[in-house]
């Protein structure tokens, strides 16, 4: 080879290497660009996932929240419609019953009509009808006293001072209280001295005689209600008071007087409730506001509305919370000075309820309630169904507030005035 023809390839050569260099470079320079950019989009690819998977569970986790506030919501539709259900079929339930006492009654009236009407005999059915009533009701309590007193009598041939401890001890038993049965133990003795009885079973007459002169001594008047009235019903919970009410509403209803109620027990939602199903059985308006409302203020609207429609008489419940005294107190206080200033004109009752069945607590709770408001009649109810009616004894002997009315059952017409004859011959008449 010649010198021209070794430089020819050696240029040859150099150039050859110079291209594959320069594409050896060109292509590492491809591959890396490549990679670089495979290497970007992996990482866009994890980032888009990342934020894709974030927002999933976002949504997730929303429409989570919001298909648990669904149910939530969903529930309590439920709940309300459940309770709204069970709310009527109570009322349901109540409206059928307060029917079927007021068919009872309808029959009544018309069984008393018919002996009415039928050929002149010397009872009088009215007067039998309400007798035979309260002597049922009366039945524990004259089984009690009565029974007591037999024993005692039965157990003794001549009248000594055994006889009289004896005696005062099934008094005192019966809930004629203390002081009551002292006054008619000295009594009998001062009579059985006078009159020179020695026959143990002349005492029954007399022990008859000596409690019906407490009884009906200053009770010759028949209570009569004067016109317009407002009558505020007070006495602890439980003892009858809405009861009562209700029955009173249908009493003086019957006898043809425009009557309103006013829901002033807003201590409990229930309460209202109570007054306005008993207003709606005797077809009576209720004025009532909200739960835990000022009495008051409902009070100062029923006395108000009273005015303006003319109402004979007004008949308002209240709450009786004993255990805060200041309170009962202040409430009380500020109900009788609206009446005060709203309706100056208006006769005023301040009935007391109590209930028989508790004894000598019913007089603990009067003489508490005597302090806080001028009473100018006690209620005694649940005579029904208790032995303890000797209180009413008590009652009038010890605290000379006159005893108006007796409750002697839960229907409407189980309210009956007090006559103290036919209560001391319901008691101690012979059978
Ligand atoms: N046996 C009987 N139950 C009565 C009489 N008066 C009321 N009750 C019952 O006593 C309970 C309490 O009566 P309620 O009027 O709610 O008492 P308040 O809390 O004083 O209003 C109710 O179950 C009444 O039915 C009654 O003369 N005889
Ligand atoms: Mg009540």
């Given at each position: 080879m010649g010198l021209f023809d070794f430089f020819k390839k050696k240029q040859t050569e150099e150039t050859v290497e110079s291209a594959v260099e320069e594409v050896k470079e060109e292509t590492i320079a491809e591959a890396v660009e490549e990679a670089a950019e495979e290497k970007l989009e992996e990482e866009a690819k994890e980032i888009v996932s990342e934020a894709v998977e974030e927002k999933a569970e976002e949504i997730i986790e929303k429409e989570a929240e919001e298909a648990v506030a669904e149910a939530i919501e969903e529930k309590e539709e439920i709940a309300e419609e459940t309770a709204k259900d069970e709310a009527e079929e109570i009322v349901e339930e109540i409206i059928e019953a307060a029917e079927e006492v007021s068919e009872k009654i309808a029959e009544e009236i018309e069984e008393e009509k018919a002996v009415e009407e039928?050929?002149?005999?010397?009872?009088?059915p009215v007067k039998k009808g309400f007798f035979a009533r309260l002597k049922e009701g009366l039945g524990k309590t004259r089984n009690s006293i009565m029974g007591g007193v037999d024993s005692v009598l039965n157990a003794f041939t001549k009248i000594d001072e055994d006889l009289f401890e004896e005696l005062e001890e099934v008094l005192i038993m019966a809930d004629l209280g203390v002081d009551t049965t002292m006054h008619i133990i000295d009594t009998l003795r001062k009579r059985v001295k006078k009159e020179g009885?020695?026959?143990?079973?002349?005492?029954k007459d007399m022990l008859s005689e000596e409690i019906s002169k407490i009884l009906t001594e200053g009770c010759e008047e028949e209570f009569e209600i004067t016109k317009p009235c407002v009558m505020l019903v007070i006495g602890v919970?439980?003892?009858?008071k809405t009861t009562t009410i209700g029955k009173l509403a249908h009493i003086y209803k019957e006898r043809g007087n425009n009557v309103m109620l006013a829901?002033?027990?807003?201590?409990?939602?229930a309460a209202i409730d109570q007054l306005e199903i008993w207003g709606k059985r005797a077809g009576i308006d209720v004025i009532k506001h909200e739960e835990n409302s000022d009495p008051a203020a409902v009070v100062f609207d029923a006395v108000n509305a009273a005015k303006a429609r003319k109402t004979d008489i007004l008949i308002c419940d209240t709450a009786g919370r004993l255990h805060n005294k200041k309170n009962l107190m202040d409430e009380l206080k500020k109900i009788f000075r609206v009446i005060e200033r709203e309706y100056p004109d208006c006769h005023r009752e301040v009935f007391l309820v109590l209930d028989a069945t508790t004894g000598q607590n019913a007089m603990q709770q009067a003489k508490i309630f005597k302090e806080v408001a001028d009473i100018t009649g006690i209620i005694l109810t649940k005579?029904?169904?208790?032995?303890?009616?000797?209180?009413v004894v008590a009652i009038k002997n010890?605290?000379?507030?006159?005893?108006r009315y007796i409750g002697?059952?839960?229907?409407?017409?189980?309210?009956?005035?007090?006559?103290a004859e036919s209560f001391a011959k319901a008691i101690f008449g012979k059978e």
């Amino acid at each position: 080879m010649g010198l021209f023809d070794f430089f020819k390839k050696k240029q040859t050569e150099e150039t050859v290497e110079s291209a594959v260099e320069e594409v050896k470079e060109e292509t590492i320079a491809e591959a890396v660009e490549e990679a670089a950019e495979e290497k970007l989009e992996e990482e866009a690819k994890e980032i888009v996932s990342e934020a894709v998977e974030e927002k999933a569970e976002e949504i997730i986790e929303k429409e989570a929240e919001e298909a648990v506030a669904e149910a939530i919501e969903e529930k309590e539709e439920i709940a309300e419609e459940t309770a709204k259900d069970e709310a009527e079929e109570i009322v349901e339930e109540i409206i059928e019953a307060a029917e079927e006492v007021s068919e009872k009654i309808a029959e009544e009236i018309e069984e008393e009509k018919a002996v009415e009407e039928a050929p002149a005999e010397e009872v009088k059915p009215v007067k039998k009808g309400f007798f035979a009533r309260l002597k049922e009701g009366l039945g524990k309590t004259r089984n009690s006293i009565m029974g007591g007193v037999d024993s005692v009598l039965n157990a003794f041939t001549k009248i000594d001072e055994d006889l009289f401890e004896e005696l005062e001890e099934v008094l005192i038993m019966a809930d004629l209280g203390v002081d009551t049965t002292m006054h008619i133990i000295d009594t009998l003795r001062k009579r059985v001295k006078k009159e020179g009885v020695t026959d143990p079973a002349m005492i029954k007459d007399m022990l008859s005689e000596e409690i019906s002169k407490i009884l009906t001594e200053g009770c010759e008047e028949e209570f009569e209600i004067t016109k317009p009235c407002v009558m505020l019903v007070i006495g602890v919970n439980g003892v009858g008071k809405t009861t009562t009410i209700g029955k009173l509403a249908h009493i003086y209803k019957e006898r043809g007087n425009n009557v309103m109620l006013a829901a002033a027990d807003t201590f409990r939602a229930a309460a209202i409730d109570q007054l306005e199903i008993w207003g709606k059985r005797a077809g009576i308006d209720v004025i009532k506001h909200e739960e835990n409302s000022d009495p008051a203020a409902v009070v100062f609207d029923a006395v108000n509305a009273a005015k303006a429609r003319k109402t004979d008489i007004l008949i308002c419940d209240t709450a009786g919370r004993l255990h805060n005294k200041k309170n009962l107190m202040d409430e009380l206080k500020k109900i009788f000075r609206v009446i005060e200033r709203e309706y100056p004109d208006c006769h005023r009752e301040v009935f007391l309820v109590l209930d028989a069945t508790t004894g000598q607590n019913a007089m603990q709770q009067a003489k508490i309630f005597k302090e806080v408001a001028d009473i100018t009649g006690i209620i005694l109810t649940k005579l029904d169904g208790t032995a303890k009616g000797g209180i009413v004894v008590a009652i009038k002997n010890e605290l000379k507030i006159p005893v108006r009315y007796i409750g002697v059952g839960e229907g409407i017409e189980d309210l009956q005035k007090f006559d103290a004859e036919s209560f001391a011959k319901a008691i101690f008449g012979k059978e």
